[in-house]
T-cell receptor, first 110, second 113 residues
Framework: AQSVTQLDSHVSVSEGTPVLLRCNYS??????LFWYVQHPNKGLQLLLK??????LVKGINGFEAEFKKSETSFHLTKPSAHMSDAAEYFC????????FGRGTSLIVHP | EAQVTQNPRYLITVTGKKLTVTCSQN?????MSWYRQDPGLGLRQIYY???????DKGDVPEGYKVSRKEKRNFPLILESPSPNQTSLYFC????????????FGPGTRLTVT
């Protein structure tokens, strides 16, 4: 069985400050891990994915995530938030059927 | 342009009236799936298909049917919709299985009264 927990339902930052969205997972196998972003009234778009290569994964729009097996975490970070980053973010674990986290809403203040 | 399309984008219907939401992809992907998104619950998989004529249940299949007669199409069928199926539905496709990036359609907002 697998599960994924996004530790914050909302994260609020000021423009230009760092972003940290936290994700913990559990899986019986070596799963694939993803972060997707959903802008208002849009479908989901892949930010980045981990598939057992490098543990630090770089994605689009300056986002990156680090896979830490010992902590079963896959936190998403960005050094400097932009207003356009305001969106819903989903962490996904998949060893067969993908399991989505409940989402973290990122709010960016000017 | 590579894309996943869904129709209709918005649908209001009444309890018990059969409906179909279509999904089509033009990327020759083998894997397709349907999700529903509800506030506070994230996305939950309804059904998926590994290839033509191969479909399987996801986490929340009750009340839904699918078919995969052609590689590009994966319609979602609600034989007798109920109000608890009011939700935002997404179709997605990927080259092979769920370990690959999924490409999502724009969503279908369904209201059942």
């Amino acid at each position: 069985a697998q599960s994924v927990t996004q530790l914050d339902s909302h994260v609020s930052v000021s423009e230009g400050t760092p972003v940290l969205l936290r994700c913990n997972y559990s899986s019986s196998y070596s799963p694939s891990l993803f972060w997707y972003v959903q802008h208002p009234n849009k479908g989901l778009q892949l930010l980045l994915k981990y598939t057992s290569a490098a543990t630090l994964v770089k994605g689009i729009n300056g986002f990156e995530a680090e896979f830490k097996k010992s902590e079963t975490s896959f936190h998403l970070t960005k050094p400097s938030a932009h207003m356009s980053d305001a969106a819903e973010y989903f962490c996904v674990v998949s060893d067969h059927i993908p399991t989505f986290g409940r989402g973290t809403s990122l709010i960016v203040h000017p | 342009e590579a894309q996943v399309t869904q129709n209709p984008r918005y649908l209001i219907t009444v309890t018990g009236k059969k409906l179909t939401v279509t999904c089509s992809q033009n990327m020759n992907h083998e894997y397709m799936s349907w999700y529903r998104q509800d506030p506070g619950l994230g996305l939950r998989q309804i059904y998926y298909s590994m290839n033509v004529e191969v479909t399987d249940k996801g986490d929340v299949p009750e009340g839904y049917k699918v078919s995969r007669k052609e590689k590009r199409n994966f319609p979602l069928i609600l034989e007798s919709p109920s109000p608890n199926q009011t939700s935002l539905y997404f179709c997605a496709s990927s080259p092979r299985g769920s370990s690959y990036e999924q490409y999502f359609g724009p969503g279908t907002r369904l209201t059942v009264t």
